[in-house]
């Protein structure tokens, strides 16, 4: 295929933009200062598999799964209603699943925080039905819960779209050779969707693992993510060198789940990126 | 499609090359920008807006930082500031790694205000570099509610009987002076089996379920929220947590009689500095004593004016958060940089805060 030439600014904006400063985080995560003078080194890599450190990271890589999975579970029924022809608000819904991402996400983050604190509404439903000595906020649970909300609505909309363009003739097909409404989610559904389920787990799970303000605000600084600590390294320790060196790790990690989860046939993402 | 494609790329390459030219356009109204770092809630909004309607000559870009390590952290970056307000042992560690301007004391006559007793500090002995801004005290914010017996002790932190009820402050010096302080030591600890005692303390009020969370800003609406029992605070926060209008009534502060960090914040001039004349007009205007006092009833610190301070009245002299009294000051100590020491201090700051 002929490169347009109108691809060129998109090139150059790449090369500034991504590739420049990927190079320098990689140069900085391959050095260090010694006395004032840069010496490259590999130590910071030996010393990023510090078993402090895997332990945050398999912590991360645990919570962003967990909440990508809770999120297809809650987002492909979702999505399936919504997508129905039988089904008049559909739009209207997923115009309510949309709107909350017009707003800042540190917003509904903090709102969050207030529904979930100890004199929250949710906690005072809970008290007037007897349960004392529970606390919604500050763990694991609550930035689960923050990361699901979030980043729900990037589970819906891809296989939401890929579900509307599923040919109804399909279905009609299927009814006429004896499949039942369960046998033709199984066998027509579920699998023309499975492009959107792809991009949906991409979409959600990537930023997910990469999160660190929901896991402070909502875990009260006693969850330590990964994203966490890589800003934990340029703000306090000042150490450049290092911070650049789990950056590496993580991005490498983060790659080969994008491969992990690649799909030529998957183009149900692009609307989002 | 596919004329929308191409009217989207010429659109985005135009802008593309818009982008370019703009970051290199100057301020096209004349003004003088004054670019001003602060801390968080540190500054009442109406005297920022009057500093710029009384000097329509000066543009303030106002940005905030949350911790000390966080603003030098924006400077290691790249970002160049023309006012800054660092705390005293921060202003130590610029001075020596040299990121602050030398002050031409004569250009900010409301120095003559400033109480004695907060200028020539040992962090900046001839006020060569810094003037000073505020200052308070750490100390346990807690909720009478809650808290019924009387809290005199940093050991109430570490006490099983609020355990999950208990915020620590999210930064390495304020949570490792409660455990040294705790422990009989000094703010300033150099002796590293002591720092690593202090470490296993905290280690350990952390593995045992203690701490309902670690915060800084926030730390304000959990308390106001009476969603805590007892909170690491610093006084002027305590203050406007206490505000009769918009705080909460059942709160109330004390300082340790172990002894405590006292702090000093203070406004300097960046090396980096455009303006100096706007610095230095912006700086005297802070320190003017009805503009202080105006400031210091927002912010909720208490003021090195004195004359700011008689300004603010008897309530405010009388008050023990805002002006301890000698002998809790005198148990009180102020940190100093750390030196080479502060990579371990952040060593067992972090593993407290992974395990």
Redesign the interface.
């Given at each position: 295929m002929k490169r347009?030439a109108?691809?060129?600014?998109?090139l150059?904006?790449m090369a500034l933009f991504i590739v420049v400063p990927l190079a320098i985080v990689l140069f900085y995560a391959l050095t260090d200062t010694v006395d004032g003078r840069l010496i490259f080194t590999l130590e910071n890599f030996s010393a990023a598999f510090d078993p402090?450190?895997v332990?945050?990271f398999l912590r991360s890589l645990w919570m962003a799964a967990l909440a990508t999975v809770i999120c297809l579970a809650i987002g492909y029924p979702l999505a399936l209603v919504l997508s129905s022809r039988h089904f008049k608000a559909g739009k209207l819904l997923l115009m309510l699943v949309v709107i909350p991402m017009w707003m800042n996400f540190l917003l509904r983050t903090y709102a969050w925080i207030n529904l979930l604190?100890?004199?929250g509404i949710i906690m005072k439903a809970l008290q007037f039905f007897g349960v004392e000595n529970l606390?919604l906020?500050?763990n694991q649970t609550a930035v689960i819960v923050g990361l699901v909300y979030n980043f729900l609505p990037f589970m819906v909309l891809p296989i939401y779209t890929s579900l509307i363009k599923i040919e109804p003739n399909l279905y009609e097909a299927a009814g006429d050779l004896g499949a039942n409404s369960f046998m033709s989610f199984l066998k027509v559904t579920l699998p023309l969707s499975v492009p959107g389920i792809v991009s949906g787990i991409t979409m959600t799970f990537m930023p997910a693992i990469t999160s660190f303000a929901v896991s402070r605000?909502m875990g009260?600084?006693?969850v330590?993510m990964y994203g966490e600590?890589i800003e934990?390294q340029?703000?306090?320790?000042?150490d450049?060198h290092f911070g650049a060196t789990l950056s590496i790790v993580m991005m490498v990690l983060v790659l080969i789940s994008a491969v992990l989860t690649r799909n030529n046939k998957n183009k149900e993402g692009g609307m989002l990126w | 499609m596919k004329l929308w494609?191409?009217i989207l790329?010429?659109s985005?390459?135009l802008l593309?090359c818009f982008a370019l030219t703009a970051c290199g356009g100057g301020d096209s109204s004349g003004k003088t920008t004054l670019r001003v770092y602060n801390w968080g809630d540190y500054i009442d909004p109406d005297v920022l807006s009057e500093f710029e309607e009384q000097n329509p000559d000066i543009r303030v870009v106002y940005d905030t930082f949350d911790?000390n390590?966080?603003m030098?952290?924006k400077l290691?970056?790249g970002a160049r500031y023309d006012v800054l307000f660092p705390s005293e042992y921060m202003v130590e560690k610029m001075i020596q790694e040299d990121w602050l301007m030398e002050l031409d004391l004569s250009k900010i006559p409301n120095v003559e205000y400033i109480d004695q007793r907060f200028l020539n500090l040992a962090f900046d002995p001839e006020n060569k570099y810094s003037v000073p801004y505020t200052w308070g005290t750490l100390g346990i914010l807690y909720n009478t509610t809650m808290v019924t017996e009387p809290v005199d002790s940093w050991g109430i932190l570490f006490s099983e009987e609020y355990a999950?009820k208990i915020i620590m402050y999210?930064s390495?010096r304020d949570s490792m002076a409660v455990a040294l302080k705790y422990l009989g030591y000094s703010v300033n600890e150099h002796d590293e089996a002591r720092l690593k005692e202090a470490g296993d303390l905290l280690a350990k009020q952390?593995q045992n379920g203690l701490?309902?969370?670690?915060?800084t800003d926030?730390v304000k609406e959990?308390m106001i929220?009476?969603?805590?029992a007892l909170a690491v605070v610093y006084s002027g926060d305590a203050v406007l947590c206490m505000d009769e209008t918009d705080g909460n009534a059942d709160l109330a502060y004390a300082v340790p009689k172990e002894g405590s960090n006292l702090f000093f914040d203070n406004i300097v001039i960046s090396k980096d500095c455009e303006s100096l004349d706007a610095a230095y007009r912006f700086i005297n205007y802070l320190c003017d004593p009805a503009v202080a006092a105006r400031n210091i009833a927002y912010i909720g610190y208490s003021t090195p004016s004195s004359a700011a301070a008689q300004i603010m009245g008897e309530a405010y002299l009388n008050d023990p958060v805002f002006m301890p009294d000698e002998e809790t000051l005198a148990r009180c100590e102020v940190f100093l940089d750390l030196g080479s020491l502060t990579?371990v201090y952040?060593r067992i700051?972090?593993?407290v805060?992974?395990?």
């Open positions: 347009s109108y691809a060129y600014p998109y150059l904006w402090a450190y332990k945050v604190s100890d004199n606390s906020l500050y605000l009260g600084g006693l330590t600590l934990n340029f703000y306090f320790m000042r450049w | 494609t191409r790329s010429v985005l390459a593309f911790s390590e966080g030098l952290a290691d970056g999950g999210d390495v952390k701490v309902k969370a670690y915060m926030t959990a929220g009476g969603n805590a990579g952040n700051w972090e593993s805060k992974l395990q």
